[in-house]
């Protein structure tokens, strides 16, 4: 068996630290001759879980592997190079990733040269490569979240020394410009405008896992933003854990407002955003958001609980009647909005009352759409180390009430949409059904109607015919804008 060497593994302490400087690169990524010639004719297939930021690393895991001269597999058999890209944020997301990895096993023994690789956030604990490292005898590499322009070395040293690499740091992370990419859409594009968070929210381990949280310069973003317009892309998600707080670290004058403004004001066809905290989210936000018609109305907020006492707890940095006054606000000046939000059911101790009143917070706000989570422990984090009293039947049963009332509240919303005509950027071929189209309105909504597949990429108005929960069916209107 081949000998693994550990090159760097993660502390939970060093993690916490954010009086840290970090540094711009801009140095274009070099690939080792030994890899190119391994790469040749080889292919390579990324598992991703999780979040959007683990898409984006996704896509620039492939142009560097691609710039190494490996090829996508058009089917995971096919592939001599395997990618976990892991998310840690819940326990369920961990235990889908271990699955995945023992299933590999029998691939990895059929083919012996193949390359099994785990990346992203989970294995940011060290107690998680311990566990992989005793369980899954098959795995080659592990890199973290810091690593990722490592993965042309690594690999090298891998093929080259015919050994096992743990590399696993603990950084406030740098910020790299130039990366090479491989976009999974030709007309939808995310665009990370800041990377980590500070926000430490006592059940989180995001800031653990991402490190500090660090602004890319606005003449960066909007330089992006301009060549994805240039290609023709219709719509560019910007994209940070908190993006509101966006520039602060920079202190150049730079604001998530003015960097909203000027990534509008190049003209592509839908902007988003995600994700916004509340405590961040500026006066100055909500009026560039109705200033701009490019600007989908359409904000995610999490509020993740209705309860003061809770939401203190969870170290959210705002109460009910502050998140509520920020949703009047916001509704006020921009009355075609659609929010929608992040919910935790079952924190430690969360008594009844307390979820009744995230029930309530959510019939007021009238929510368009929400991810909702039953609350997992997370090693290291200050939530994990309370002591808690609910039981998992309490909040199994807390989890389906809230359900419910978000289909209370949601349910009248999709029913007056049916009648009305909305653009639809059309996203793919319906899953169900190959006649049928997919895409979303500006809020968000899931519309499937028929249509042909050329339509695929462009904007289209569809009428919605009927409602259900979680998708709309609707009928093609004029073709194509
Ligand atoms: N348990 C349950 N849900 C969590 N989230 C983050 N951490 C946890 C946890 N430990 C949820 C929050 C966050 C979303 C991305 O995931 O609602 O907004
Ligand atoms: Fe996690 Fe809170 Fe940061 Fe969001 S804002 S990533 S929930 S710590």
Partial sequence: MAKTIF?????????????????????EILIPEPLKDFAKGKKYWIHTYGCQANYRDEEIMAGILE??????????????????????????????????????KAYKLANKSAIVAVCGCMVQQAEVINHINHTYHHVDLIFGTHNILD????????????????????????????????????????VNISYGCDKFCTYCIVPYTRGKERSRKMDDILTECKELKDLGYKEVTLLGQNVNAYGKDLNDGSSFAKLLDEVAKLGIPRVRFLTSHPWDFSSDMIDVIAKHD?????????VQSGSDEILRLMGRRYTSEQYLKLVNEIKTKIPNIALSTDIIVGFPNETYEQFLDTLKIVREVKYWSAFTFIYSPRNNTPAAKIKDNVTPKEKNQRFQELVKTLEEVIGPINDSLVGKTFPVLVDSVSEKNDDMLSGYTEH????????????IGQIVDVKIVDSHMYYLNGELINGQN
């Fill in 67 to 104: 710039k190494s001269g490996f090829c996508h597999a058009n089917k995971e058999e096919d592939a001599d190079l395997i990618i976990l890209n892991t998310c840690a944020v819940r326990e369920n997301a961990e235990q889908k990733v271990y699955g995945k990895i023992g299933n590999l």
């Fill in 7 to 27: 090159k760097s593994l993660p502390e939970a302490n060093l993690e916490r630290r954010r009086n840290i400087s970090f540094n711009f690169n801009y140095d």
């Fill in 151 to 190: 993965l042309p070395t690594l690999l090298n040293e891998i093929i080259t020394k015919k050994i096992k690499i743990v590399d696993v740091k603990s950084l406030p992370g740098d910020i790299h410009e130039n990366l090479p990419s491989v976009r999974q859409s030709n007309f939808k594009a995310f």
């Fill in 444 to 455: 968000n909504k899931l519309v499937h109607f028929k249509g042909d597949k050329s339509l």
């Fill in 294 to 302: 490019n600007i989908m109305k359409y904000i995610h907020l999490p």
